[in-house]
């Protein structure tokens, strides 16, 4: 598969959730297309559906009707155990709130996707080493999560999140937690990597400036996308 080539497809997707009171339903009939290698920011009010969107890409959630793909795989149609392994080894997910496990070190907290893998302990050693240097954190593979900034915790996550060599990552308000300064740094890490490593990159964000460091915006409102545009980039002054 080449840059440019659909990667993420999601087919008339409509998502209920059916509760104890009113059935919600964030998503309608919804139709998005992600190209390989591409890099796009998801936009919209609270509750128009963007983490619901976004686990449905992941398979951490199923459609109520239509299809999600990623590359070759209909990912609302897999089992349980296929889920997790295709998930393991495909997706990265970022969380605004790091998500990582408190009483492990930034390195054991990059090493837990690799426990699922059949890798030996010098390649997930190695492999933990070259996320944490891609996220310019080898200084800190000893500390624990309390033990560092917010940006660095989110840096963590982000290693955790690239470390199987995803080929997808997925990040739901990767900066809502970090003052300017640390996402600014946590926002040119993410297109860092979506650049070194060719990674298709979808990140949910409120923020306007967050936005702008992705090639494509896409609006989501009620249930339906609402608009979808190129960012013109700046040519870098040379
Ligand atoms: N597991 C669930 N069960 C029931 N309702 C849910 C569930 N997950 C989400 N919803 C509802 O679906 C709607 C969309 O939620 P979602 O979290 O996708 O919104 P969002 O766009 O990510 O909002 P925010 O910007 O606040 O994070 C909301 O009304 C929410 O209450
Ligand atoms: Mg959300």
């Given at each position: 598969m080449n840059r440019g080539d659909p990667f993420v497809r999601v087919e008339d997707v409509t998502k209920t959730f059916a509760g104890k009171g009113e059935d919600v339903t964030p998503l309608r009939e919804l139709d998005l297309v992600v190209e390989k290698g591409e890099f796009t920011a998801l936009m919209g009010p609270s509750g128009s559906g963007k983490s619901t969107l976004l686990h449905l890409i992941a398979g951490i959630d199923q459609p109520t009707e239509g299809h999600v793909k990623v590359g070759d795989v209909l990912v609302s149609g897999l089992r349980r155990r296929q889920l997790a392994r295709w998930r393991n080894r495909e997706v990265g997910f970022v969380f605004q709130q790091y998500n990582l496990v408190p009483v492990l070190t930034a390195f054991e907290n990059v090493e837990l996707p690799l426990l699922?893998?059949?890798?030996s302990k010098s390649e997930r050693d190695r492999k933990v080493q070259v996320a944490l240097e891609a996220v310019d954190l080898t200084d800190r593979s000893d500390h624990l999560p309390r033990e560092m900034s917010g940006g660095q915790q989110q840096r963590v996550a982000i290693a955790r999140a690239i470390v199987a060599g995803p080929s997808l990552l997925l990040a739901d308000?990767?900066?809502?937690?970090?003052?300017e300064h640390a996402a600014e740094n946590v926002l040119e890490l993410l297109r860092a990597l979506h650049e070194r490593f060719g990674l298709t990159l979808v990140m949910v964000t409120h923020d306007p400036r967050a936005a702008a460091y992705a090639e494509r915006v896409v609006h989501l409102d009620k249930g339906h996308i609402t608009s979808d545009a190129r960012n013109v980039v700046e040519e870098a002054a040379s």
């Open positions: 699922l893998t059949s890798l308000e990767p900066t809502g937690n970090l003052d």
